[in-house]
């Protein structure tokens, strides 16, 4: 009997989150709404960050927050995504490194973009504003991918919003023939109604050339389907590949593939402290449940359990950077 832990591969938007805690007029000066999520450009990125100093950061972004969950089933993770070779990369390659997940694509030419960072600036108030630049991350290139994919990969998760980068497409097919070519069946999340809105008629195209799992939450399926009520929403999923799954935050989520619909409860959490990142364990729970060659609806209360460990702390993941979010500025 073989002993050989399945495989996950990861292909997303490499990001570092920096918790800082600054006073309130930090986000006046720099032209951000309290409370708010911004994206902004390499100039406004490196104010902030001079301004702010190093804060407490971690490891980020949607799918490497899947791929990293990983760690918590005991399952292998390799994550394709792009960092410069800055300190912010390095963080990022350590803390990836020390979760046993592999993340070989070289770093980012010196162009000065840096290493994407999602800055969490906490107030006294106790109120988080998130600052996003993606920096390198849209730097990943085909080239990476053909150097880099494993070839022993169970099932290849793709990140929607990879689609939004110069190269996107172009990097999501090739990741997609190489993991198809090896054997490995196709992941995708949406990754949100806006990504979807941007780039549907690439992602349908792609949902019915390659996708073999669809999972997302009711929104972002959704947004493909036309319409974003949670049944209709997983009945169009499940006429266009062979697995899906679709959350419904603390309605839980619906799952199918050929045996049947199912419904699964969200699991149980004393208070819910925040929902950032509980949709990326879901699929990690959910993806490493089918690797495993659980039932669906198996795997899709693994996806739930997974899920309920990231609710009761702030932030996708646990550690100094979900624990510093929730200190207030003194």
């Known amino acids: 009997m073989s ?4 495989h996950i591969i990861g292909v997303g938007n490499a990001l570092v989150d920096v918790v800082a805690a600054v006073d309130a007029d930090v986000i006046a000066r720099h032209g951000l709404t309290s409370g708010g999520m911004h994206l902004v450009d390499a100039d406004a990125a490196h104010a902030l960050f001079e301004e702010v100093g190093p804060g407490v950061r971690q490891s980020g972004g949607s799918v490497a927050n899947s791929i990293a969950h990983l760690a918590d089933l005991g399952l292998r993770g390799t994550y394709l995504g792009k960092v ?4 912010l990369g390095r963080t990022f390659r350590e803390e990836m490194g020390g979760m046993g997940i592999t993340a070989p694509v070289p770093d980012a030419a010196e162009t000065g973009t840096g290493t994407g960072r999602c800055v969490v600036l906490v107030t006294p108030d106790g109120q988080r504003t998130m600052s996003t630049y993606l920096g390198a991350a849209v730097t990943l290139a085909p080239s990476d991918i053909e150097a880099s994919m494993p070839d022993d990969g169970d099932i290849l998760f793709i990140e929607g919003y990879v689609w939004d980068a110069p190269h996107g497409a172009a990097v999501i097919e090739c990741a997609a023939q190489m993991a198809k070519a090896n054997g490995a069946r196709i992941a995708l999340t949406p990754s949100d109604p806006g990504c979807v809105e941007r780039n549907r008629e690439v992602m349908l195209g792609f949902i019915r050339r390659h996708a073999d799992i669809l999972i997302g939450n009711h929104l972002e399926i ?7 009520d949670t049944e209709y929403a997983l009945e169009w999923a ?17 799952v199918a593939d050929a045996s049947g619909r199912y419904r699964v409860p969200a699991a149980p959490i004393a208070r819910v402290v925040d929902t950032t990142g509980a949709g990326d364990a879901y699929a990690s729970g959910f993806l490493g449940g089918l690797s495993l060659g659980r039932s669906v609806e198996e795997a899709g209360r693994m996806g739930a359990d997974l899920a309920a460990t990231v609710l009761g702390h702030y932030g996708a993941r646990d550690g100094a950077a979900a624990r510093a979010i929730a200190i207030p500025a003194a």
Do not use: N, Y
Request: aromatic share 0%.
């Open 3 to 6: 002993d050989r832990k399945p």
């Open 84 to 87: 410069a070779g800055d300190e």
């Open 222 to 228: 959704g947004a493909l389907a036309g319409q974003d």
């Open 238 to 254: 499940i006429g266009e590949v062979a697995v899906a799954a679709v959350t419904e935050s603390e309605k839980g989520s619906l």
